[in-house]
Structure formats: C-alpha cells, structure tokens
C-alpha cells in the first residue's frame, strides 16, 4: 500500500510539476520571441531614422558635388559606437562619401556597398544593414547605407539566464506546495483503489470506503459506494446484455452483407434496365426508319411492323413486371380468386408464350391428368406464374430445346414443374434464383438478357396464392426444374365462384369518340384505330378544348388523359359528368399512371374504365363493346 501511495503521490507531483513547467516554458519562449521582435523592430527604427537624417543632410551636398560636407555629415555617426561603417553613392552607384568604425576594415566597407537593399534591410549573423534613399525635388539623387551591429544573441543570453532563474525558483515552490496538498488529493483515492482491489480479487460487494472530503472526491467515494451496492444486482443483467449484444452483432452484420449484396444487384439492375431498354429502342427506330425510306415496299414495310410489334411486346413485359413487383412489394397488387381449373390456366400460360418458344425453335410437353383438377386462384396472375417460368425455361434453353411443363396431383396438393433442357445452375445459385435482380449470368457475352425479375415475381404471385415453388438443377449444362405447389380447392365447397362465361361478340364500331391528350402523336394513332375501327373520332389536346368540343359534339365515349395542361384529367371527368349534355358518356382514363391509387381517384372523379398506356387495342375493342350494351 505504501509503495502504491508513494506511486500516486508522486504522479500527482509530477502533474504539478509538468503543469508548472510548461506553463513557465510557454511564458518563457513568447517573451524571447516578443524580445527577439522588439529588439529587432528598435534598431531597424533607429538605424532607419539615422539613415533618413543623414539622407536629408546630405542631399545638398550631393547636388552641389561636396564630398567633404558629406563626409562631415556621416562624421557625427562617431558618437553611435554600434555602427560600423556608412557610406552615400550617387544615383549611378558611384561612391561619394564614407564612414568607417576605427575598428572596420575597408573592404567591409566596399561589401556595405555591393549589398546594397532598396529601401530596407538585411540582417546577417550579428550584423545588420540599412539602405535609404536620398531625395531632392521629388527625384532619388543617391543612397544611405548603414551597417550596425546587431546585437541579440548576447540580450537573449542575458534573458534566458534570467529566465532559468525564475523558472527554478518557481519549480520549487510548486514541489513544496504539491507535497503540502496532495495528501488530502490522494488518500481518498488510494482507499477507493485498494477497496476495488477487494472487490475485484473476493467478489465482496459489500465494501465501502469511508468518506473525508465533501468536494468531488467526497463525490467520488459516494459515487463508487452506490456503484458497488449495484454492482451485485447487475451482474447477471449485464452478462445477458453482453449475449445479446453477440448475438445482434451477428445480425448486424448479416444483414449488413445483405444490404451490401442488395446494393450491388440494384447496381446492376439499374445497369440492365437501361441496357434493356434501349434494346427494344434501337429495332423501333428503324423499324421507323425503314417505313420512310421504303413506303411502297409492302414486303419490307409488314417486315417493319411484325419487328415492332415484338419489340413493342418486349418493353410492356418489362414494365409490367416491375410494375407487378413493385405493387407486391407495397402491398398494392389484389388477387380476384374464383375457382378455376388447373388445366385451363396452363394451357392459357403456354399460349402465351407459344410465339416466343417457336422463334427459339423449342418443342413443349404439357402432361396435366385428364381428371379435373381446381384450384381458387386469380387465372391471370396464375397463368403470369407459368407464362414466366416457361419464358425463363424457353431463355436459357439452347434452340431446339425440350421444355416440359407437367402436374402431378398430391393429397391436397398439386405439383406443376416446369422442366428444360437448357444451361442448368450452379448449386450456389439455387438458394437466390428467386431474389430481386439476381441473373445466373451476368457477363457481357450472355446469350439471353432480361431484368432478373421474372422469377421474382413468379415466387411472390405463387405465395399470393398460398403456395410455393422450388428451384433444382444437376449443375451447369444439365437443365433445370422449377417445382410450384398449389392447394387444390374441392368443388363442392367452391363451386359457388365458378368463373362466369363470357358473352356473345361485342360490337366496337359506330361510336362517336373523343380524344384527349396533350400527347399529338398518341392521340393521332389512338384516332387513326378508332377510324378503322369505323368510330367517327375527333381529337382535342388539353382538357379545357376537350370540354368546350365534348359540349359541343356529344360524343358517346371519351377517351382522357390525366395529366394536361389547362384541365386534368380528373377535373375534366368531373365537369362531363355534372353536365347534363355530357353525362351519360364513357369515360375511358387512358394514362401513363397506374397505380392502384390512381385507378381509384379515376373512379372516383367518374370515369367508368381506367387503362394504363400503351393500351392492348383488343382492351380498347372490350371496353367499346360494353360501351354498346350501356342504358340509355
């Protein structure tokens, strides 16, 4: 104990110690740098005004050619012992007077004047120089330069002695100070130590260390006395607290990586959506281009359009299914279940895909039980399900394929794989086939390109539906088999939501149509369909014209865009349909908006159908039929 009071006492002392000289040094050097400044600052004041007094006196001199007047004038520097040497030049250099110190040689003197400083000064080692001009009738005529001694070495030598004086005694009145206080510094604290040592040696929390002072050690002692009496209580809470904190480090850092993972698909999602978006642009653009340089050519010109028709297809199934991922993410997307059968979804599915399979020249088995089998489900997002992993089997099939897409009955389940001959997967591959964005190929030289969502979606419609689906591969080059697993439905208890059968033919001619849209190319194409159709069609491009015709006219169907200038879309619903001309219109939104969200602010600002661009025309011929069957 001895030994560790001596060791605290003493870094308390030392502290003190330290504090003091480093106070002291601080003080210390800034008065020799403050000395070293002023000192400097008063001999080049000095020696500045001597030399201006002297170029003042000796300006006539040097106008009249008196060298002996000028002689006189730096004779009167005898009485400043600490110059050396002064000399006056007329303006071309030449030298007209000098001064020399007994002790100074000439050739000093000669150095004074080849280091001549315009206007200033110089310092060198223990010497220093000034320079001044002489001037007459606002014109230089000559110079004064002075070398003095400069003397500060010696005045810091004089200032650091008494300095190391001061800083000594001040020292030993700090040591006598410390060891007269401290006492009262360290023998709480050395208590306080030497109980921690108990505590930490016996696991005694029931030490305390008795209190002297009622400053911030007191504070201390009462402080580390509570600490101690919860210590005990908190033991076990804090070992807890460290297994949890393992454990949410562990998670942490799991979900970091997954986060970092997610961050590099998005990356390259990004990177594949403009890619593959400007893969449908480029055929378009000259499918275009073709048309206007070869409008006779009927061959040439059918070929244009058959290349974008495909090309159209391929970017609204690329934005149908991110639309589609995005709305399942939100909690957006709602399934319209009715019981259907297994058989009819699936043959819809590969109707579906039937033209792609065909340009890669692949053969398709479909092999479902002659037995009925129902599900309840939504046969569009359904069949969107099978479409897809026939399309993702029909990419990665090298073509001439063999595409398979059979169902097997179980319990109360039924199976429904989809099975290729394509490039496989690796077996790491197969626990993240079905993540957002994730591509088994992800090389500039792949063969087949897409957004890596399909699967995605695929997964997420299925649980929509209360199944799963399962991914399997024998590796690379051995094809793959996508598995999902549907309830089955029994008739008896759903037969109820049987699907209802569509009606006769609707009849889409004789209307008479009007067009709202800002955009003149769409609103221009969209007429040139309802024409051929046999509508009589006229066209307006902002919602205040639209009105004003629709007024006028009294069509019987409008087709509005939502965002226009001058009147929205919305606004313009509202007004048609508080007008007594107007009211028994169809209004069709047409819009590039389509959220759930804005399908139900179209309903509710009148419109009776809500379509998302670019519009099926065989969705626009469905919707004017009903338009034929409305009351009047």
Known sequence: MLRRARSIRRKVMLVVLATTMTALLVTALAMLVYETRSYRTAIVDDLTTQADILARASGPALLFDDPA???????????????????????????????????????????????????????????IQVSHPIVEHNQPIGRVSILARYELVPRLRDYIGILTAVLIASLAVAALLSAAFQRAITQPIIAVTEAAKQVMERRDFSLRVPKTTHDEIGYLVEAFNAMLAEVGRRAEALEQTNRSLVREADERREAEEALRAADRRKDEFLAT????????????????????????????????????????????????????????????????????????????????????????????????????IHVVADTTRLAQVFSNLLHNAAKFTPPGGRIELVAHPRDSDVLVSVIDSGIGMKPELLGSVFDMFVQGDQSLERAQAGLGVGLTLARR?????????????????????FTVRLPVAHVQMDRR?????????????????????????????????????????????????????????RPDVGFLDIGMPKLNGYDLARRLRGSAATSAMALIAITGWGQEKDRRDAIAAGFDHHLVKPAEPDRIVEILGKVARRPA
């Open 69 to 127: 007047a000028a002689r006189e004038n730096l004779a009167l520097l005898r009485a400043r012992p600490q110059i050396l040497a002064a000399t006056i030049e007329s303006a071309d250099g030449r030298p007209f007077a000098e001064y020399r110190a007994p002790d100074v040689s000439a050739e000093r003197a000669r150095h004074l004047e080849r280091a001549y400083v315009q206007g200033g000064y110089r310092i060198e080692g223990d010497e």
């Open 273 to 372: 959506l403009a890619h593959e978006l400007r893969n449908p642009l480029a055929p378009l653009r000259n499918a275009l281009a073709i048309q206007k340089l070869a409008p006779n050519d009927p061959r040439l010109t059918q070929q244009a359009r058959d290349m974008m028709d495909r090309q159209l297809t391929q970017m609204v199934r690329l934005v149908d299914d991110l639309l589609d991922v995005s709305r399942i993410n939100t909690g957006k997307l709602s399934l319209r279940k009715d019981l259907v059968e297994l058989a009819a979804v699936a043959r819809a599915a590969v109707d579906t895909v039937t033209p792609f399979l065909d340009s890669r020249g692949h053969t398709v088995e479909v092999d479902i039980p002659r037995e009925p």
């Open 461 to 481: 419609l299925t649980e929509l539906h209360g199944g799963s689906i399962e991914a399997h591969s024998d590796g690379p080059g051995r094809g793959s088999r």
């Open 497 to 553: 939501n049987a699907v209802r059968l569509p009606q006769g033919p609707a009849r889409a001619s004789g209307h008479r149509v009007l067009i709202v849209d800002d955009n003149q190319d769409f609103a221009n194409s969209l007429a040139v369909i309802l024409r051929a159709m046999d509508n009589e069609v006229r066209v307006a491009h902002d919602g205040a014209a639209g009105l004003a015709m629709a007024q006028e006219w």
